[in-house]
């Protein structure tokens, strides 16, 4: 099942949650999850044997002891899902768009990943001091040339007076991971 929780933050959301499923004897496969202005999101995959239910993940959320009710969705997936580590597709890039905010900054570069085929597989964005900054972890697998898409890139730059940056996602993660040794 595909769980999407979101509830106002606080300390122990991610312990309900997960001891909710543990209740349940559900196994967790994956889990994502953020804060955005002051409200938790989160979405997880957990396997659970065939006797539990939607419905059943839901009211064991909804009895969380909690001042704020979790708004819960839960989707069965009728397909088994692949639970194994996806290797990332090899030509998996970063992008890095940062500017002045204004309104449509996400529409349009996601608007130019669409109109050539590229796949969004993740997306964090964060705005301070007026200043909008995104970071988009894009699949190029379909893309001939990447020559082509920095070109493009440079000429929505210019365009849009946003400083874009993209890079292989293995030269990213060298350049900006933190090891925990």
Not at 91 to 120: M, P
Not at 127 to 133: E, G, K, M, R, S
Request: with cysteine; proline share 2%; hydrophobic share 40%.
């Amino acid at each position: 099942m595909i769980i999407s929780v979101m509830s106002k933050d606080r300390p122990g959301i991610i312990a309900d949650v997960t001891g909710a499923i543990f209740e349940l004897e559900g196994d967790l496969a994956d889990l994502n999850q953020s804060v955005l202005c002051g409200y938790l999101t989160m979405i997880l995959i957990a396997t659970f044997n065939s006797s539990i239910t939607p419905e059943d993940v839901i009211a064991k959320l909804s009895h969380t002891t909690s001042e704020e009710k979790f708004d819960v969705l839960v989707k069965k997936v009728d397909t088994p899902i692949e639970i194994l580590k996806a290797r990332m597709p090899e030509k998996t890039y970063i992008l890095t768009a940062q500017g002045k905010n204004k309104s449509g900054l996400v529409h349009g570069i996601s608007s130019f990943c669409y109109e050539r085929g590229i796949n969004i597989l993740d997306l964090a964005t964060t705005l301070a001091d007026d200043q909008y900054t995104m970071i988009l972890q894009l699949d190029l697998s379909h893309i001939a040339a990447i020559k082509d898409v920095r070109d493009d890139l440079a000429g929505y730059a210019d365009k849009t007076g946003l400083r874009i940056v993209l890079q292989h996602n293995d030269i990213f993660r060298v350049t900006h991971e933190i090891s925990m040794k």
